[in-house]
């Protein structure tokens, strides 16, 4: 039976030891490159949905809400509690199609890698 020779171990785990240490970087940079690929504007901040806050602080104070009044209500946009407050300013489907979605990110990155554009 041959044994491994004490020098070839070593060279073995150092090898090893480095590539663990190289997938904890690659593991530990993902989100930050997922970070960037975000389509927000950095300067325009969060939505401000003043409406939907006083409407859902409202509901809050007021007594529970009657069957025919939670239907009326949620009949008029989103739901019982917010109505259509700020609607606009949501994402939905049809005000975000602009955006790429995953599955065309993929087939660009795949055209760029192979060259077929």
């Known amino acids: 039976m041959k044994f491994i ?3 070839k171990a070593r060279v073995a785990r150092f090898i090893l030891g480095a590539f663990m240490c190289l997938m904890l970087f690659v593991s530990s940079a993902v989100p930050a490159f997922a970070a960037g690929s975000s389509q927000s504007s950095l ?3 969060e939505a401000k949905l003043d409406k939907t806050l006083e409407k859902s ?4 104070k007021s007594p529970p809400l009657s ?4 239907e009326s209500r949620s009949n008029k946009g ?3 509690v917010q109505e259509d407050a700020d609607i606009g300013q949501m994402k939905r489907s049809d005000n ?3 955006t790429t979605s995953v ?3 993929i087939e660009r ?5 192979t060259g077929n554009r």
């Open 5 to 7: 020779h004490p020098s």
């Open 43 to 45: 300067q325009k901040g």
């Open 57 to 60: 602080q409202e509901v809050l």
């Open 67 to 70: 069957l025919e009044d939670v």
């Open 78 to 80: 989103l739901n019982e």
């Open 96 to 98: 975000t199609a602009q």
């Open 103 to 105: 599955p065309e990110k």
């Open 109 to 113: 990155a795949l055209e760029k890698v």
